[in-house]
């Protein structure tokens, strides 16, 4: 396993990880590649598997992800919900 090196290769990999342990997938969170495409893709996720995994992020990284923000693009990829997380994430340490 590789240690992630910085703070986003940090929440990269979480967000990996809730993905993994919330679809209960049985695989290393480092096969899930950064880029791929989460729906239709390698990971396949469906509409109630995004809800787990809506819960899954906002238990994680002790937020709440308000329904304006809850579109389709945000979970194209590991890389856009890192992405997500990160500036939400960085608002409340700045507030």
Not at 15 to 40: A, H, M, Y
């Amino acid at each position: 396993m590789n240690t992630p090196q910085t703070d986003y290769e940090a929440i990269e990999y979480r967000v990996k990880e809730v993905i993994v342990e919330t679809l209960e997938l049985g695989i290393d969170p480092e096969e899930i590649g950064t880029e791929d495409q989460l729906f239709g893709g390698g990971v396949g996720l469906n509409s109630m598997a995004t809800i787990e995994i809506i819960v899954g992020i906002e238990k994680a990284f002790d937020l709440q992800i308000p329904d304006e923000d809850l579109r389709v693009e945000l979970f194209d990829s590991v890389k856009t919900m890192a992405g997500y997380v990160r500036v939400v994430v960085g608002s409340h340490e700045t507030a």
